[in-house]
DNA sequence: AATGAATGAGCTTTCATTCAT
DNA sequence: GATGAATGAAAGCTCATTCAT
């Protein structure tokens, strides 16, 4: 349990920066270094297995600490699980919209969400918020909506763009925004999920997996 | 956590049946009212929330006899998990064999699938295995190839025979075979595994996403 | 705090008597062993100083053997007070009515009562109960109404009678119980509770007190 | 616990008073405000329970800034126990000797020292003091000793000029004296300690309380 | 001189495991 | 062979005290 394991999250800002003396639960930098921890631990053990102990000689502060900057240890996990929606998915979607070639813009998108969800961190991110789905079910549902629900919108309304261009003959595009979705990490997410591939797919396997499930999805629904 | 829970597992006898006086860990009727207990308390809690007085009460057996059965918690769980392998997939291939029409034998085997890995119970298996993926990581590698891996192979070797016969025309049959196995369930595992479908799909749902998959599949590669 | 500390409460069974086993929780000796321990210590240090640990080790019992008799501190704690008032009070109100010569029988029963509220369990007990007051008023209320009040009655009763036989000159006999019952413990109460008086008082010292407080209310009350 | 608790201490000095800059732990206008501030929280909470958050919070002074004034918890509840001695029993003395009738004498400060005791602020102070006397016996001893000792000792000489003078017929005027200061608060102090009677009770209760007290006790003892 | 964020020992409570019955 | 009371290490969390600012 190392500081070099994979963390989804960047503080930004490194602890030299930090300016005079802040409120007691209001230094971001600080804050930041405990979700760091909790991350790294977290990941490695799930939430039940991991103790505040733990966390505290992870992230480099001390337990009281700890708890001023969280109540107690399901809301600091909480807001860990926050950070991780918004580290996985923000600014990934801009590809499906910076490409006007419907190919090439699937291909990118696909290989750039594929690289994220094999990923260490994503991987790690995704067991820990499934294994407490069934405990903490609006926790694990809005994770999914905040990514893969939002990626599948986006790229429903690209799909309905090229149907009413008459470009693609799909009946249903939301079970088609699906298809695609998954045809992007076919082999992949599930060998990843359960630990079948241990390491994180070369970028060129990725490539190759999103290649041919767009030309599949294309092949098939191009008008 | 009532009995009336969900359950991977069939004792498919009943403790009338048992017989004189056996030695000890060695009743198989005993052994399965254990792991019976614990598949109910571990798909509810998760291996670290779950704890050993919950399975003792929803076993209905006392504490010492469990660790005769078992060494420790984790063997139980471990047991229990090699139980949802074989309680999950077994028989379920049968389908692409006995069935001469190409497509009709793809919807039907994606159907059983699917409403297999889609149930409350399969669920909460998987939901179970992937949390502790991190920390056992060969138990849930083992689970993926008892489950997912095997019908991939059958899976495969089915689209070869018909690649061969010029039925269809697929250069690699190992990414059409991934890829067909994710067109089965597209926006139902993940949604389910992450709590955003909250019950399971009807059966006309699963239907229609198989259907819809295999379709897309075919055209696709159909020669 | 070893165990030749005073102690208010008598097991009257010791552990050589255990019958076979008891369900969780059920065996009085043990019980018992816990309120001993329970309450060397919270005599010692009062409610909120005294810690499980501290119980643990006087009691000669392990922390989650503690936990199988009582919920939690505070339920040890309001057993433990409950045993107070009636290892306190129970008995000694007979002296009352078991003598016909009221000079005498008062004397007997201020002996009795100032004997038992000045003994070092006696004032360990009312310490520990009125240190808690202001947050648990309940248990010492119920203490008070247990303890001091009912003899209380006992004696308003008694005097009442003498009233009603022409012995007694008492117009309000509720003002003269409370001057009695003070006068019965007349510069020993107060001191022993606020440590100015560090011993036990002597047989001797607590007639002299009681005939004194008589014989005062007497010769000013009589007919 | 805002500020409209009662208590036993007045500062008698607004900050606005305050003088330039005074040396570390020297401001006694400071030192009252963090005194008052743990005040109102020992006497709410108890020594053990109350915490010095509370007490930083009530006292609205910085924790580092009680930590200059007072070396420790300990420290500073010692200290306001002195002050609880001072702010009780300081000036009631003088209605035994202005008065020149002695049941009058004896009645006014009666009232006078049955009202103090009885008060909430009395009562928060002296269950605070009672609940630690087992662990801190000196600091308990020394507010019974500069409270109702002194008290006693005044009115024991107070009754020896009386018996000298020929009005009362007293054995023992230590005994006397402790009867007549029982007497005073008959059914009050007690009832009150307990928490038995929840409210300050009324200065006519008062004044009938003691008057019956007084008047006992002249009767039984006057020559 | 005053502050309050940080510390870590110690709190109450839980639970996997053992072993006398 | 089966039981479940007992154990004690370890959990989450609090709080008296310190010290950099």
Known sequence: MSSTKASVV???????????????????????????????VFSQMGFDAASMNDITREAGVSKGTIYVYFNNKEELFIDLC?????ALFDGIYQALESNSDLREALIQFG????????????????????GVAERMPSMSCSFYEKGPKKGLAIMRALLDRHVAAGFLAIEDTEIAAYQLSDLFHSGLLRRRLFGQ??????PE??????????DLFLKAYKA
């Open 82 to 86: 926050q950070q991780y929606k918004t």
């Open 197 to 202: 591939m241990e390491n994180e797919p070369e």
């Open 10 to 40: 960047d503080p930004g800002m490194t602890s030299f920066e930090r300016p005079g003396r802040l409120a007691a639960g209001q230094d971001p930098v600080k804050r930041q270094q405990i979700l760091d921890g909790a991350n790294r």
């Open 205 to 214: 396997q990725i490539r190759k997996t999103v290649t041919a499930g767009v």
């Open 111 to 130: 290989i750039a969400l594929s690289t994220l969800i094999t990923s260490n961190a994503g991987i790690q991110a995704q067991r820990v918020i499934i």
